[in-house]
T-cell receptor
Framework: GESVGLHLPTLSVQEGDNSIINCAYS??????FIWYKQESGKGPQFIID?????DKRQGQRVTVLLNKTVKHLSLQIAATQPGDSAVYFC??????????FGGGTRVLVKP | DAGITQSPRHKVTETGTPVTLRCHQT?????MYWYRQDPGHGLRLIHY???????DKGEVSDGYSVSRSKTEDFLLTLESATSSQTSVYFC????????????FGQGTRLTVV
């Protein structure tokens, strides 16, 4: 598959443990923040979003936290599985309907 | 994959030649986007379209042009390809009625030699 990123920060996690992926954003005017997952050779896939007036949102095995004071976004994955191995990107919708991506984190799940 | 088809999937071209990448959707979504993805840079927006014949620039638009003559097709053209445009190109679509989710195609790997 396509090489997604040779210089990405990597998070190694044991199967079954929880994962926490962090992201710093710069645009305080963004309406929504989103997490995407990208597997090798594929396009990014939507995981979960959070509106800018919220601080926490939960999905299936995932939780997104938003701290607007320090402009920080995190994605927590519960009971990490081998299928969670991928590159994770935070992104934000800003004015003009532009989706802007952060740099990405590679998650490696060890059996 | 949400009715998005990118073509070609792979292309090798020579420096200075024109190249056109095609994104075709069957979802009738209003918004369409072109991104490039390079190691260490994540995904960067090249151009996007908010309707037929309505387009706008992204953060890395130099050297690229786009056209959208009908809802289902969004074309990205490199007028004179350079080695710095070697990348993986992704198309995305979004319908405002569908919330914040943008759907991505499988990507086109372009190599300029």
């Amino acid at each position: 598959g396509e090489s997604v990123g040779l210089h990405l920060p990597t998070l190694s996690v044991q199967e079954g443990d929880n994962s926490i992926i962090n992201c710093a954003y710069s645009n305080s005017a963004s309406d929504y923040f989103i997490w995407y997952k990208q597997e090798s050779g594929k396009g990014p896939q939507f995981i979960i979003d959070i509106r800018s007036n919220m601080d926490k949102r939960q999905g299936q095995r995932v939780t997104v936290l938003l701290n607007k004071t320090v402009k920080h976004l995190s994605l927590q994955i519960a009971a990490t599985q081998p299928g969670d191995s991928a590159v994770y990107f935070c992104a934000e919708w800003a004015a003009g309907n532009k989706l802007t991506f952060g740099g990405g984190t590679r998650v490696l799940v060890k059996p | 994959d949400a009715g998005i088809t990118q073509s070609p999937r792979h292309k090798v071209t020579e420096t200075g030649t024109p190249v056109t990448l095609r994104c075709h959707q069957t979802e009738n979504h209003r918004y369409m986007y072109w991104y490039r993805q390079d190691p260490g840079h994540g995904l960067r927006l090249i151009h996007y379209s908010y309707g037929v014949k309505d387009t706008d620039k992204g953060e890395v638009s130099d050297g690229y042009s786009v056209s959208r003559s009908k809802t289902e097709d969004f074309l990205l053209t490199l007028e004179s390809a350079t080695s710095s445009q070697t990348s993986v190109y992704f198309c995305a679509i979004r319908d405002l009625r569908g919330g914040t989710e943008a759907f991505f195609g499988q990507g086109t790997r372009l190599t300029v030699v």
